[in-house]
T-cell receptor, first 112, second 113 residues
Framework: QQQVKQSPQSLIVQKGGISIINCAYE??????FPWYQQFPGKGPALLIA?????SEKKEGRFTISFNKSAKQFSLHIMDSQPGDSATYFC???????????FGSGTQLTVLP | DTGVSQNPRHKITKRGQNVTFRCDPI?????LYWYRQTLGQGPEFLTY????????KSRLLSDRFSAERPKGSFSTLEIQRTEQGDSAMYLC???????????FGQGTRLTVV
């Protein structure tokens, strides 16, 4: 029940295209769903996050879509750029401790 | 730089040796977390402090792993009698109490040979 499942494992997109990464969770007690971006040799950096009381959140080129009934959420990167090439992790947290449960990651490559 | 600082960035050790990593969180962040990340996987939660109190440690991988945050500021993660399977990136994160956003350091890459 603690798992967060992420797909696809890798994604190749042309510059200017839309990148879509999907995650699913089981534990309905999760109440915070962030997406992190990680470059090689660096720690994860928060991109955007959503709570289950909204169905969509947009920040610049990044949008999270959230489907509470399906227990799924996704990250959309519009107008993808080569600089977006990185590994993306979805995550979830709950309770007072707020430790993050991460998905397995998606390696995104944006071709110039 | 006022971000989360981790030292050393890289550590190579022989199997059976003890290693200690340090994490300096963002100033005034009450919460401090340790995670482990193996190649091709997402970070895995290990332990959590609120100020100096270690509130969750059941996810530490074995009794060879221990962590401290003696004065509620910096923290150390120690691995005793290292094994090759301990090779991974060890990440520290901090957050203000009541906030959900966690800020990660750049990690310590451990290689056990």
């Amino acid at each position: 029940q603690q798992q967060v499942k992420q797909s696809p494992q890798s994604l190749i997109v042309q510059k200017g295209g839309i990148s879509i990464i999907n995650c699913a969770y089981e534990n309905t007690a999760f109440d915070y769903f962030p997406w992190y971006q990680q470059f090689p040799g660096k720690g994860p950096a928060l991109l955007i996050a959503i709570r289950p009381d909204v169905s969509e959140k947009k920040e610049g080129r990044f949008t999270i879509s959230f489907n509470k009934s399906a227990k799924q959420f996704s990250l959309h990167i519009m107008d993808s750029q080569p600089g977006d090439s990185a590994t993306y992790f979805c995550a979830a947290s709950m309770g007072s401790a707020r430790q993050l449960t991460f998905g397995s990651g998606t390696q995104l490559t944006v071709l110039p | 730089d006022t971000g989360v600082s981790q030292n050393p960035r890289h550590k190579i050790t022989k199997r059976g040796q003890n290693v200690t990593f340090r994490c300096d969180p963002i100033s005034e962040h009450n919460r401090l977390y340790w995670y482990r990340q193996t190649l091709g996987q997402g970070p895995e939660f290990l332990t959590y402090f609120q100020n100096e109190a270690q509130l969750e440690k059941s996810r530490l991988l074995s009794d060879r792993f221990s962590a401290e945050r003696p004065k509620g500021s910096f923290s150390t993660l120690e691995i005793q009698r290292t094994e090759q399977g301990d090779s991974a990136m060890y990440l520290c994160a901090s957050s203000p109490f009541g906030d959900t956003e966690a800020f990660f350091g750049q990690g310590t890459r451990l290689t056990v040979v």
